[in-house]
């Protein structure tokens, strides 16, 4: 296999879009953008699973929602054909298109995207069209699922990497659901995840998960920030495991998993729901290498105290390379990255508009 050359970082941001491209030396960085000017870009990828291709989801004031597509590296970009809509009987309307996700690989034009209000979309034919997948929409438990405090939404999808017909995605505020039969039918899995803003403090669904993750090379084992706490399960979600002794905070956003290694995993504490912001005003990354039975605070290279900045759910990621890049990004406008698992850090750009997200992609 040829060795990967180029590494990008996609970012998504409160005013279009920002590309930036290194090496695999990743010493020097190249910045093409704002691309999608004049909207939100909640979330932007780079699919590689064929010829690469670069799909973003759009957010406008006066056009809507949408999944936007291009072929060319960002040059030039097509909506898809009809649209994220529900059926006009429904009476709903797409609030937001919060994340699009690439499907199997085995399924090369599949792909998802997760919306407010509370609902996952499909598309078979490479993000052309997108069909509802109602029977998530309209699962049981719906009447227990509230907005939080950015709305209904899906926004963590995962596809399970051997088996294209389990996946699981993550629903504020409703919780984890996961489907074995391809969206067929969903189960709720928040067994011992807290709500503690429910009268029920362990509801069936209901749960603010925040952010969920799974590593590659053993997704039985799944990791979730929620608003009340970081928790592990290590049996597909059929129950959690409460792992947040050890941060300052049960509180926050993004969480990473390792590339090479499924027991190391990345979280950012926030103070709290109403106070959205480093946790004890120090802008700090926490690693466990125990799947969470022990955290070590990183700072080295961050804002030193008192900082007050605030990691979106989808700005963290990181790339494939052995010694790996961790990249941090923050409503200041700030991407920082470390590749050193995360023991410090350096500012690869500032004065970027509000970040929404960030994904890395190397080809």
Same mark, same amino acid.
């Given at each position: ?18 590309? *930036? ?16 000017? !004049? ?5 932007? /990828? ?16 006066? +056009? !809507? ?6 072929? #060319? ?22 609030? %937001?298109?919060?994340?699009? %996700? ?22 078979? #034919?490479?993000?052309?069209? +997108? ?20 709305? $209904?939404?899906?926004?963590? /999808? ?18 984890? =659901? ?6 067929? &039918? ?7 995840? $807290? ?23 053993? @997704?039985?084992?799944? *990791? ?7 928790? %592990? ?5 059929? #129950? +959690? ?21 499924? %027991? ?43 900082? =007050? ?14 010694? =790996? ?26 004065? $970027?508009? @509000? ?6 992609? &190397?080809?």
């Amino acid at each position: 296999m040829a060795a990967k050359k180029k590494t990008y970082l996609l970012v998504g941001t409160k005013k279009g879009a920002f590309i *930036y491209a290194s090496d695999a030396s990743r010493k020097k960085w190249t910045m093409t953008g704002p691309i999608l000017k !004049g909207a939100e870009v909640n979330d932007i /990828i780079l699919d590689t699973r064929a010829k690469p291709v670069l799909y973003a989801s759009v957010n406008s004031y006066w +056009w !809507g929602s949408n999944i936007h597509i291009s072929k #060319d590296g960002g040059k030039t970009w097509k909506q898809s054909e009809g649209g994220l809509r529900f059926e006009e009987a429904s009476g709903k309307k797409v609030e %937001r298109a919060w994340c699009v %996700r690439p499907g199997h690989a085995s399924e090369p034009k599949v792909l998802f995207a997760g919306v407010d209000p509370g609902a996952l979309f499909k598309s078979s #034919d490479s993000g052309k069209s +997108w069909t509802e997948i109602k029977s998530l929409s309209d699962h049981p438990t719906r009447k227990s699922w509230n907005p939080g405090a950015g709305g $209904l939404m899906v926004h963590s /999808i995962v596809v399970h990497p051997a088996n294209p017909k389990k996946m699981f995605v993550g629903i504020s505020a409703a919780g984890t =659901f996961a489907t074995e039969d391809g969206g067929k &039918t969903w189960e709720p899995r928040n067994k011992n995840v $807290l709500a503690d803003f429910q009268p029920d403090k362990f509801p069936v669904a209901g749960q603010c998960v925040h952010h969920l993750e799974a590593h590659t090379s053993t @997704p039985i084992v799944l *990791y979730q920030q929620n608003h009340c706490g970081v928790y %592990r399960s290590d049996n597909e979600g059929h #129950d +959690w495991i409460d792992i947040s002794k050890g941060l300052p905070s049960r509180f926050g956003f993004p969480i990473q998993v390792h590339p090479h290694d499924p %027991r190391t995993i990345f979280v950012i504490p926030e103070e709290g729901g109403e106070f959205r912001a480093s946790a004890k005003g120090e802008f700090a990354v926490y690693r466990s290498s125990n799947s969470g039975k022990s955290w070590k605070k990183s700072v080295k290279g961050l804002p030193p105290k008192p900082s =007050f900045l605030h990691v979106h759910r989808q700005a963290m990621t990181h790339d494939d390379h052995n010694q =790996f890049g961790l990249y941090v990004a923050s409503t200041n406008g700030q991407i920082f990255w470390s590749r050193d698992n995360g023991t410090s850090w350096k500012m690869l750009a500032e004065h $970027l508009p @509000p970040i929404y997200s960030i994904n890395a992609a &190397t080809v």
